[in-house]
Nanobody
Framework: QVQLVESGGGLVQPGGSLRLSCSASGFTFRNYAMSWYRQAPGKERELVAVVFSTGSITKYADSVKGRFTISRDNAKNTVYLQMSSLKPEDTAVYYC???????WGRGTQVTVSS
């Protein structure tokens, strides 16, 4: 079955960087767009970024444009989220998502705090 496993979260100071990874299995990864969502305490889950199947087309939420970069390695069945210039408001659980299923990962916590 479809499995998505996120990693790379943690505690980082404002202005810092983190790279999240999502390892996928159980489906033909290269055929599907992949997305990152996030959910902060007391808020709804929101779309952060999406990368289409070949990796050549990406889209971002306005709140992260210019700071986050989504990419994928179809040979490794992995999607990444490079996050830079992190702000306290980026604190959330970050989830990997695919329309195959559809399916969610369990999430990885990102905390931006001094």
């Amino acid at each position: 079955q479809v499995q998505l496993v996120e990693s790379g979260g943690g505690l980082v100071q404002p202005g810092g960087s983190l790279r999240l990874s999502c390892s996928a299995s159980g489906f033909t990864f290269r055929n599907y767009a992949m997305s990152w969502y996030r959910q902060a305490p007391g808020k709804e889950r929101e779309l952060v970024a999406v990368v289409f199947s070949t990796g050549s087309i990406t889209k971002y939420a306005d709140s992260v444009k210019g700071r986050f970069t989504i990419s994928r390695d179809n040979a490794k069945n992995t999607v990444y989220l490079q996050m830079s210039s992190l702000k306290p408001e980026d604190t959330a659980v970050y989830y990997c998502f695919t329309q195959r299923g559809p399916s969610w990962g369990r999430g990885t916590q990102v905390t931006v705090s001094s």
